[in-house]
């Protein structure tokens, strides 16, 4: 599936204040991911005065690279996955006022939720001109954007080599466009029917077609397809609780109350994530994994879990705070579930049928205070139920790497790394 623009809209603000955030409405789809980008142009800036960006709530980063400056004029794009429908408003917060400030926002579906840009590209000017180009290195059916914030004022329209998503003449020029791709590059140029401009930054990026991001080997794996009893070397026992067992090639849990176990196989850093596919739910304990946790004895962890088989949610401890949930999702045994810790945000991914691209059911901020530790598996048994977890795979979280487990779909039932 190609990349294509779902919604795109924008707003320009004359001299802000401090404190007084810039927002602009984006109308999304009904269903599924799509990447939200958000593109930020200031006249007379204080370098990277910008200090949040959110859509509907979900916090958004600057995309590497992207921060471009030139004399009195910057350019730069914020951008995230986000499981978000409807109407939505992103907001953008500041420090010091700037004589202009524009913000235009796109929503992008058809991506790969792996490695959904790459390609960044930058070109600037402090020349007068009234034109600007910027190549993007990109792949057939792939999408190259750009994005144009310049200094000056100006008369008549912009127009752009793509097609232009939106646009603004005022005491500046910006303007956004995007391009499908059919070869190995593509020249974004804008172009002045009027009066020119002074300082100028272009920035350019592709956004990769989904199923195309690639995904790296996960870091440790376990398909459990050996004897019954413990889990055996790999394993350690978390939080004084109870242990899971092999049961007919499964990891089984059937003691009321928590079972916990670290796989420690692997040493992950501090960005991490952990997977599992389900085959068997409870109809009222909860199953799922663990990252961040510490070592037995203090109950410290970021847990991400189903109850019964509605919903999701994902907790911290040692706070029992819930960080997020949602009761939407009805799974089905043998989908796969993952939590990815990836610097200060944690998402919870589900895979149906445990194949496929990922499908983000979640995403909050993560204490920062809660670095390193391990990753495994954690439920919570009602009564007399049993639940069972199937092909573990987790580690090191890279976001360039994707969201990983991509290669578990296709590892089977092999045993660990």
Not at 174 to 194: C, E, K, N, P, Q
Not at 282 to 301: D, K
Request: charged share 10%; glycine share 16%; net charge neutral.
């Amino acid at each position: 599936m190609a990349p294509s623009v779902e919604a795109a809209n924008w707003t320009a603000a004359a001299l802000g204040y401090p404190g007084s955030p810039i927002t602009v409405g984006l109308t999304l789809g009904a269903t599924g991911q799509r990447y939200i980008l958000v593109e930020i142009g200031q006249q007379n800036a204080t370098i990277a005065n910008i200090t949040g960006v959110t859509i509907g709530g979900v916090s958004l980063a600057r995309l590497s690279g992207t921060l471009t400056v030139a004399g009195n004029t910057q350019g730069e794009i914020w951008g995230g996955l986000v499981s978000l429908t409807g109407a939505q408003t992103v907001t953008v917060s500041y420090t010091n006022p700037n004589f202009q400030m524009m913000v235009g926002a796109r929503s992008i579906i058809g991506m790969d939720t792996t490695t959904p840009y790459s390609g960044v590209t930058t070109a600037s000017g402090i020349s007068y001109g009234s034109g600007a180009s910027v190549a993007v290195p990109t792949t057939s059916g792939d999408l190259t954007i750009s994005f144009l914030a310049t200094d000056g004022n100006a008369t008549g329209s912009l127009t752009a080599t793509g097609s232009v998503d939106w646009s603004d003449i005022g005491n500046g020029r910006f303007g956004g466009d995007h391009h499908a791709s059919a070869g190995t590059s593509f020249t974004h140029t804008w172009l002045s029917t009027g009066g020119g401009w002074n300082d100028w930054a272009l920035v350019g990026l592709n956004i990769k077609a989904a199923g195309t991001g690639g995904g790296g080997a996960t870091n440790g794996t376990d398909d459990f397809n050996r004897a019954n009893g413990g889990l055996g070397s790999g394993w350690t026992q978390q939080w004084t609780v109870a242990d899971f067992a092999i049961v007919s090639n499964r990891a089984r849990a059937s003691v009321a109350g928590y079972s916990a176990d670290q796989f420690t196989l692997i040493t992950p850093g501090n960005s991490q994530y952990a997977r599992v596919q389900i085959p068997t739910f409870g109809a009222t304990s909860t199953i799922g994994v663990f990252v961040c946790g510490a070592a037995p004895g203090t109950r410290q962890y970021y847990r991400g879990f189903i109850t019964g088989s509605t919903g999701s949610a994902i907790e911290q401890r040692p706070l029992g705070t819930t960080l997020g949930s949602e009761t939407a999702t009805a799974w089905s045994p043998g989908d796969g579930i993952e939590l990815v810790r990836n610097g200060n945000s944690l998402a919870l991914n589900r895979y149906v049928g445990n194949t496929g691209a990922p499908i983000q059911l979640l995403s909050v901020p993560s204490d920062t205070s809660l670095v390193g530790g391990g990753i495994g598996i954690i439920c919570f048994i009602n009564g007399s139920e049993i639940v069972e977890v199937d092909n573990f795979a987790g580690g090191t979280y890279t976001p360039t790497a994707g969201l990983m487990a991509q290669a578990m779909a296709s590892y089977g039932r092999r045993r660990r790394m």
